[in-house]
């Protein structure tokens, strides 16, 4: 018998930015595999990074992201010189690099990293290209939001 391995009630999410989402339109996401060193790794492991502020930028044909924080452990090694904010290198396919390079430099998009998570044994990143919000589409966005959840509630009352 073939059985089926039952997926753990943990989350694989490591870290979201959620600023990202108010701010900007999001249009197309991509899944993205980070360089990362080894205490980084660990400190991963332990829930220490931030990714609010983080982006993506396009030099020389990589992608990097730039703007997220891992804090080190107090426990990392004396010899390994950690950097908390580096920039550090995604590793995506040439056709999704190429299409990210379009649409920065032709369409005018921002990319944006909106997720860390754990994918098997692999740390992750979801990211978004995205395009600024004005402050009116914030607004309707929020007025479309609280209609929705009112919409709800009249039709759970009404059943």
């Known amino acids: 018998m073939n059985r089926k391995k039952s997926k753990s009630a943990t989350s694989n999410t490591i870290a ?3 600023k990202a989402r108010h701010d900007y339109i999001l249009q197309d996401k991509i899944e993205a595999g980070v360089e990362l060193q080894g205490w980084e790794v660990k400190s991963i492991r332990s829930g220490k990074v931030n990714l609010s ?4 930028t396009l030099h020389k ?3 990097f992201l730039i703007g997220s924080t891992i804090q080190p452990l107090n426990q990392a090694s004396s010899h390994v010189v950690c950097e ?3 920039r550090r290198k995604l590793l995506l396919k040439k056709r999704e690099l190429d299409k990210l390079i379009g649409s920065v430099e032709r369409q005018g998009f921002s990319i944006l990293a909106t997720a860390m998570y754990w994918k098997k044994n692999w740390v992750k990143v979801e990211i978004y290209l995205g395009k600024g919000k004005h402050e009116h589409d914030k607004r309707d966005a929020v007025k479309d939001r609280d209609w929705a959840r009112d919409k709800e509630r009249m039709m759970k009352h009404k059943v």
Do not use: H, Q, T
């Not at 502020?53 to 993506?56: A, G």
């Open 16 to 18: 979201l930015n959620k």
């Open 53 to 56: 502020d983080s982006y993506v």
């Open 61 to 63: 044909g990589e992608a």
């Open 84 to 86: 908390p904010i580096r």
